[in-house]
């Protein structure tokens, strides 16, 4: 078996899985955020009320964390008052990780999985979230939900799965100096499609990936989302371990392929040889190599959320916007405050500002264009995020390209679509 | 169940098509049935009067796992959606949460059925009549866990 089916072996109490197979399988841990929270408030509210069950308890509040994200700061009464009810829900059912928005250590949900050891190797880690898939890069299996599955996990501490086939993406080689994983990941997606992962996993492996850093690894696994993937995954190795044991996590049951693991088809990448890509609007699968991409003016520059503002992302950025200034409106808002904190004291946040550009709160806001700096009617971003379907960063009529953070940095600086090798 | 058909000649309809972010802070569902398809479709609730099947292409309900689309969907009448393919986590959110029937159909189908025409949907038969034009075509049978779920009314009366 593959990593994807001995974890899901492992849950179902399974000796042996095939893809296809549908199991019910324990689910370790479960995110949820002010949107799906929300979602699994009102869940529960109609289960009562429809008199099918009521929910005084839940499985395991210790499995459960809760982030706000997606609507903080609070845009209006409405959000505002969704922010209440969680809280008023996680103190009801003691969910005690609600890491709360101007409270200490807060963020994006999927950075807040790594940069606060909530996940460990060989976990079934299930999300009110899409982009849930990210956490995987840690060696588990991690898969986004809706919310009546959330709650349904929150409530039986179990889920049904159907066992999916796996892609292999084996990468050799080393990323050139001015590529990143997200050149690399969109690359790939406009190869596969955005339905060329549908419903299975996307594993990732060889010596490109050995030689990538753990937060390089998770912006590929972001991504797997973009592919419709329902997780992407890769084995851990020494990296993952130190880097979850410098936030506290030391006991784990590492998972990994057996010699015979089978993979769906395997696709190979020679690392050496990717450019700086973008995705031209309106899908990540409009890849297009960013010096055949043509002249394309933009308004702003955006270097944020789950897929492009962890540090590494934001160091990126820096190098370039060092000493520079910004041509258009550049937004950098670091993913978690673990993340701004150590921008801050290493200088970048300094250069961020000296270059121009404004450093905000963690928050989604932007990226799924509900607020904190959504576009107007024909504006162009370039932009460190996932997605750029119509209207999904503000006004239908504006458009998203999707790039590393050194293009988007580079961008900013000539406001132009640029690759960071002709700056 | 029987209804109008509202055709999407089109692949990888997003969930941020079908109900767009900044809605994503709503949770009573007819609040959401007032934003749905407000990123493509601005005559949908006019469709929908009339209409509460939607006919689409491939990878329907694609991005973000919202289940506000759904929601908003099924608020609006919507009772089934033909597609020839869906998003997973469209498909399991519209199964679990019992908001409406995920069907899979082949590409001569798909061609086959036209903007208003009526059908009538036997998911014990697999079976799609077009009534309009007097046609009979198959649907892909549901998987056996899904097909209880629906049964049941969604995940949480299903009893394993």
Redesign the interface.
């Known amino acids: 078996m593959n990593i994807t089916e001995k974890i899901l072996a492992r849950a179902s109490g399974k000796d042996k899985l095939e893809p296809d197979e549908v199991i019910f399988a324990n689910v370790d841990k479960i995110m949820l955020h002010d949107v799906s929270g929300p979602g699994v408030i009102k869940t529960f509210e109609k289960l009562e009320k429809d008199g099918v069950i009521k929910v005084d308890k839940l499985f395991d509040p210790s499995m459960i964390w809760v982030t706000e994200d997606h609507f903080v700061p609070s845009v209006d009464k409405i959000s505002a008052e969704n922010i209440v009810k969680l809280s008023n829900f996680t103190n009801k059912f003691g969910i005690k990780k609600h890491f709360k928005y101007g409270m200490g250590q807060y963020g994006i949900c999927h950075t807040m999985s790594h940069e606060e050891g909530l996940v460990s190797p060989g976990e079934l880690y299930v999300g009110g979230d899409s982009h849930t898939n990210t956490t995987g890069a840690l060696g588990a299996f991690a898969c986004g939900l809706g919310h009546t599955d959330v709650a349904y996990a929150m409530l039986y501490g179990k889920l049904w799965f159907k066992v999916p086939e796996t892609l292999y993406f084996k990468i050799h080689g080393k990323l050139p100096e001015n590529v990143m994983a997200k050149d690399l990941i969109l690359r790939i997606i406009g190869d596969i499609t955005t339905e060329g992962a549908a419903g299975k996993a996307m594993q990732f492996g060889g010596d490109g990936i050995s030689d990538m850093s753990v937060e390089s690894r998770l912006t590929l696994t972001n991504m797997t989302t973009e592919a419709g993937a329902k997780n992407g995954i890769i084995e851990p190795d020494q990296k993952v371990f130190d880097y979850i044991s410098e936030r506290g996590v030391t006991k784990y049951d590492a998972v990994y392929d057996d010699e015979d693991a089978q993979y769906e088809k395997t696709f190979e990448y020679e690392a050496s040889e990717l450019e700086p890509v973008v995705a031209k609007p309106f899908s990540p699968q409009n890849v297009s190599v960013v010096r055949e991409t043509g002249s394309i003016d933009i308004d702003k520059s955006y270097i944020g959320s789950c897929t492009g503002a962890k540090y590494e992302d934001l160091l990126a950025a820096a190098k370039i916007l060092k000493g520079r200034k910004v041509k258009v409106r550049t937004e950098v808002l670091p993913a978690t405050i673990s993340i701004y904190k150590k921008a801050t004291e290493n200088g970048l946040t300094q250069i961020f500002i000296d270059a121009g550009a404004v450093v905000g709160p963690p928050t989604c806001g932007a990226c799924c264009g509900a607020q904190m700096g959504v576009l107007a009617k024909d504006e162009v971003c370039v932009s460190t995020t996932n997605r750029n379907f119509p209207g999904r960063m503000g006004h239908l009529e504006s458009k998203a390209y999707l790039a590393s953070p050194l293009v988007a940095a580079a961008s900013a600086v000539t406001g132009k679509l640029t690759d960071p090798r002709d700056l | 169940m029987k209804g109008k058909v509202i055709k999407y000649e089109q692949d990888?309809i997003?969930t941020?098509?079908i109900l767009?972010?900044?809605y994503?802070?709503?949770?009573e569902h007819s609040e959401l049935a007032e934003h749905a398809m407000e990123?493509?479709d601005p005559d949908f609730h006019s469709k929908a009067k009339n209409a509460n099947i939607i006919v689409t292409g491939?990878?329907f309900g694609?991005?973000?796992?919202?289940?506000?689309a759904p929601i908003a969907l099924s608020a609006s009448g919507i009772k089934a959606v033909l597609a020839l393919?869906f998003?997973?986590?469209f498909y399991?959110?519209s199964v679990?949460?019992a908001y409406l029937l995920p069907i899979e159909i082949d590409e001569k189908t798909y061609s086959s059925i036209s903007e208003n025409d009526e059908l009538e949907i036997d998911t014990s038969k697999n079976e799609i009549k077009n009534i309009t034009k007097n046609e009979l075509y198959s649907m892909k049978p549901f998987?056996?866990?899904i097909g209880k779920i629906i049964s049941a009314g969604?995940?949480?009366?299903y009893k394993?």
């Open positions: 990888n997003d941020d098509v767009p972010g900044p994503l802070k709503l949770h990123g493509m491939k990878n694609c991005g973000s796992s919202r289940e506000h393919s998003a997973r986590i399991r959110n679990d949460g998987p056996e866990l969604g995940i949480f009366k394993p």
